[in-house]
C-alpha cells in the first residue's frame, strides 16, 4: 500500500497520494488494507470523472478526495442531497458573504458559477466512495456545458486544499450525525434555502428526454418534485437541472 497515512479527520483515517488517475479508484483499492472508514486525497489527479461521463479536470493546486461511507442503497439520494448541503454550508461557513447555491442535486455554484463536483460510487454491498472535487486555486473552462466554473481563490476566499478537506469532512460527519438521529426532513429546509432556482420555471433533463415546470420541493428521499405544466407534481430521481437561460443556451 504506497499510500500515507496522514492521520485522522473526524471519523476517517487520511491517506494521501501524490497523483493518481482517479480518488474513486484507488479508494477501491485501499479499503481491503486500510478499512472501511477512510478519506484519500491527491495532489495531482490525471482521470477524474464526473456525472454521466463527464471529464473532471485536474489543475493543479484543487482538491481531489474520497471518502467512504457505508449505507444502504434506499438511502443513496439522501446522502447525495446531503453531500451537497454540507459542502455548500462549508463555503458559507468559510465566507459568510458568498453567494453560495446547490444546482441539485448537489453541485455547488458559487456566485453562479460551478465549484465542485461530486460523484457517488459503490465500492462493496453497502459501502460507498463519494469523490469530491474542489476549485480551490483555478478554475476550468466548460466549453461543453451552459454554465461556468470558479474556484474558491477567484472569488477572494484563500485557504489551501488540506483546510478546506478538514472542515469539509467536520461539517460533513456532524450533519450526518444530526440528519440520522432526526431525519432527512429536518435538514431539507437548510438544503431548500440554498437551493438554486427553488420555485422558480427549470428544465430537467432525464434519460428520457426533457421535463420543464416548476421546481416545487424535494421529498424525503431528495428527489425533486416538478410541478408540471397542466398541474401535476413529478417526482424527478435523476436528472440534469437547468434554468431557462441555461436551456436558450442547449
Request: proline content about 2%.
Amino acid at each position: 500500500m504506497s499510500s500515507a497515512c496522514k492521520g485522522k479527520i473526524a471519523s476517517w483515517l487520511w491517506y494521501e497520494e501524490e497523483s493518481v488517475g482517479s480518488t474513486n479508484d484507488e479508494i477501491k483499492k485501499l479499503v481491503p488494507e486500510a478499512g472501511e472508514s477512510i478519506v484519500i486525497s491527491a495532489v495531482r489527479q490525471t482521470g477524474g470523472r464526473g456525472r454521466r461521463g463527464r471529464v473532471w479536470q485536474g489543475l493543479d493546486g484543487n482538491l481531489f478526495f474520497t471518502y467512504s461511507l457505508s449505507f444502504p442503497i434506499s438511502e443513496l439520494s439522501r446522502i447525495v442531497c446531503l453531500t451537497g448541503l454540507s459542502l455548500a454550508e462549508t463555503v458559507k461557513k468559510i465566507a459568510p458573504s458568498a453567494r453560495v447555491q446547490i444546482k441539485w442535486p448537489n453541485d455547488v455554484f458559487l456566485e453562479g458559477k460551478k465549484l465542485s463536483g461530486i460523484l457517488l460510487e459503490n465500492i462493496s454491498d453497502n459501502l460507498w466512495g463519494i469523490g469530491i472535487g474542489v476549485n480551490i486555486v483555478s478554475s476550468p473552462r466548460l466549453d461543453d456545458m451552459p454554465y461556468q466554473a470558479v474556484s474558491l481563490k477567484e472569488c477572494g476566499i484563500m485557504l489551501d486544499r488540506t483546510e478546506f478537506l478538514h472542515y469539509y469532512l467536520h461539517e460533513f460527519a456532524a450533519d450526518l450525525a444530526y440528519c440520522r438521529k432526526a431525519g432527512f426532513a429536518a435538514v431539507k429546509e437548510r438544503w431548500l434555502a440554498l437551493a438554486m432556482n427553488y420555485r422558480q420555471n427549470i428544465g430537467i433533463k432525464t434519460e428520457t428526454g426533457l421535463k420543464e415546470g416548476v421546481f416545487a420541493d424535494i421529498d424525503d428521499n431528495g428527489y425533486l418534485l416538478l410541478q408540471t405544466t397542466d398541474g401535476k407534481t413529478e417526482r424527478i430521481i435523476a436528472g440534469d437541472l437547468f434554468t431557462a437561460e441555461m436551456k436558450k443556451e442547449k
